[in-house]
């Protein structure tokens, strides 16, 4: 069975970034030369680009953001492991109870028909009436939600661009800006402090959630990027289309979100934030 991917640690995310915590451990005794952990006891120092980055910060919080959701798959406190063997997994849920849908072989003489059943079906004591979609089927309904995108490009590509403009958001680069002069300020404080140790620990505190105000404000960013990007993509793929699409594992990776299915149709839902259903 394989394991849940999981987030990196805070300390690898600051080394992966190119920045550091200074003061993480301080010295209890010199001539001893004891350290203990810092657990407050003296302030810490956040620095960013101390020293080369692994990897651009933007990437890699998309990358982060992205794990942390695999491996948030739960349903009433229940967790699911994820899989990356297929495209779907994950991203097809029961439009009764919510849970996801899990790839399911039966065998049946000869042949080996597959499903994607509810896992609460699937699981026992557990009882949810969603229906079972044999494979070929759910793969149609995907291809034909694609196509009918493509069918009715006139009237969606106007509706994605609007979703563009409606994503943008703040200016970044000046709540950046309001959140370094703080942080200056802060540090200035901390200059002027003197050897008042409860003041020196209530401007480090500041300090430090500055900084993380800061990240946060960059993550928030990243995203909002990634979703602008996604519904550029969906307009691309619109445009560039010449003929009926056909399923593929590429195509549900790089175009679609999420699948519901409910009794009398299938949910569709692109990375663009656009839904299409399907009778199906």
């Known amino acids: 069975m394989p394991y849940p991917e999981r987030p990196v640690r805070r300390e690898n995310v600051r080394k992966y970034i190119g920045d550091a915590l200074l003061q993480?451990?301080?010295?209890?005794?010199?001539?001893?030369?004891?350290?203990?952990?810092?657990?407050?006891?003296?302030?810490?120092?956040?620095?960013e680009g101390c020293h080369e980055p692994i990897i651009d910060r933007e990437t890699f919080l998309l990358v982060q953001e992205k794990i942390a959701r695999r491996s948030s798959l739960y349903n009433g406190g229940k967790k699911r492991v994820y899989s990356s063997?297929?495209?779907?997994?994950?991203?097809?849920?029961?439009?009764?109870?919510?849970?996801?849908?899990?790839?399911?072989?039966?065998?049946?003489?000869?042949?080996?028909?597959?499903?994607?059943?509810?896992?609460?079906?699937?699981?026992?004591?557990?009882?949810?009436?969603?229906?079972?979609?044999?494979?070929?089927?759910?793969?149609?309904?995907?291809?034909?939600?694609?196509?009918?995108?493509?069918?009715?490009?006139?009237?969606?590509?106007?509706?994605?661009?609007?979703?563009?403009?409606?994503?943008?958001?703040?200016?970044?680069?000046?709540?950046?800006?309001?959140?370094?002069?703080?942080?200056?300020?802060?540090?200035m404080d901390l200059l002027d402090a003197g050897k008042d140790e409860a003041r020196i620990q209530e401007i480090g505190e500041r300090i430090v959630s500055l900084r993380e105000r800061r990240q946060n404000v960059l993550t928030q960013a990243a995203l909002r990027k990634d979703e602008i990007d996604r519904i550029k993509a969906m307009i691309a793929f619109i445009e560039e289309q010449t003929g009926e699409a056909e399923y593929s594992e590429a195509l549900v990776r790089s175009m679609i979100e999420k699948v519901t299915i409910h009794d009398d149709k299938i949910a569709v839902e692109f990375k663009s934030a656009l839904a299409i259903d399907v009778e199906a």
């Open 85 to 187: 063997k297929y495209a779907l997994f994950g991203g097809v849920v029961c439009g009764h109870c919510g849970d996801i849908y899990r790839r399911v072989t039966w065998y049946v003489g000869d042949t080996k028909p597959v499903e994607w059943r509810c896992v609460s079906r699937l699981t026992p004591g557990e009882e949810c009436v969603g229906r079972s979609v044999p494979e070929e089927k759910l793969h149609a309904a995907i291809a034909l939600a694609v196509n009918m995108t493509y069918a009715n490009r006139d009237d969606i590509i106007p509706v994605l661009k609007e979703n563009i403009e409606s994503v943008v958001g703040t200016d970044v680069d000046e709540e950046i800006e309001v959140v370094d002069n703080m942080i200056r300020k802060s540090q």
């Open 24 to 47: 993480k451990t301080y010295t209890v005794s010199v001539l001893d030369k004891k350290r203990s952990r810092n657990d407050g006891v003296m302030p810490k120092y956040y620095v």
